[in-house]
């Protein structure tokens, strides 16, 4: 069965501090990766996906890289309006459903 | 402006009432989805539809039904033998589950459901 795990669970960072969010996944046939950010009660915002080992996509202060064990989300030099829970969805090609990880909740302390 | 309206967006709900949660979108999109998600875990489907009149059941359809009469429309019903039915309600579209590809899923704001 497709498993997603996202670590950590929460992150606080100060202004400007870099970091990045982890997402593992054991899949049989990976078809997609997905991110997106969660705000506090309201539904998620589509991000980025990524397909294959080795593709980087960036937004902004935002950059998700894969493995084919794992994505980062790596974030640079973040804001105060960076704070979300941000989700990590996988796809594969025995089940045409996308399982989520619980997500990691970043606060960006000023 | 396209996008998935989801209404309303508070609901609250005595023991042994019908709910019907309503999503509509106008992305022209084929495929829709229903998710529960609760504190401190993952989405969760429990309904999705690839194409008008036909749907399927997710992993926690138990409780819960669906109808597709318009492709615009997938309304979900939390029924009084949902046991345990308070959480946040997120429903989703994408443009087709085409094999061989996948695309990626895009959601409304969101219902969030209390029993009284």
């Known amino acids: 069965e497709d498993q997603v795990t996202q670590s950590p669970e929460a992150l606080r960072l100060q202004e400007g501090e870099s970091s990045s969010l982890n997402c593992s996944y054991t899949v049989s046939g990976l078809r997609g990766l997905f991110w997106y950010r969660q705000d506090p009660g309201k539904g998620p915002e589509f991000l980025f996906t990524?397909?294959?080992a080795g593709e980087e996509k960036e937004k902004e202060r935002l950059k998700a890289t894969l493995t084919k064990k794992e994505s980062f989300l790596h974030i640079t030099a973040p804001k105060p309006e960076d704070s979300a829970t941000y989700l990590c969805a996988v796809s594969s090609y025995n089940n045409n459903d996308m399982r989520f990880g619980a997500g990691t909740r970043l606060t960006v302390k000023p | 402006d396209g996008g998935i309206t989801q209404s309303p967006k508070y609901l609250f709900r005595k023991e042994g009432q019908n709910v019907t949660l309503s999503c509509e979108q106008n992305l022209n999109h084929d495929a829709m989805y229903w998710y529960r998600q609760d504190p401190g875990q993952g989405l969760r489907l429990i309904y999705y539809?690839?194409?008008?009149?036909?749907?399927q059941k997710g992993d926690i359809a138990e409780g819960y039904s669906v109808s597709r009469e318009k492709k615009e429309s997938f309304p979900l019903t939390v029924t009084s033998a949902q046991k345990n039915p308070t959480a946040f309600y997120l429903c989703a579209s994408s443009i087709a589950r085409v094999a061989g590809s996948y695309n990626e899923q895009f959601f409304g704001p969101g219902t969030r459901l209390t029993v009284l």
């Open positions: 539809s690839q194409i008008v009149n036909d749907f």
């Open positions: 990524l397909y294959s």
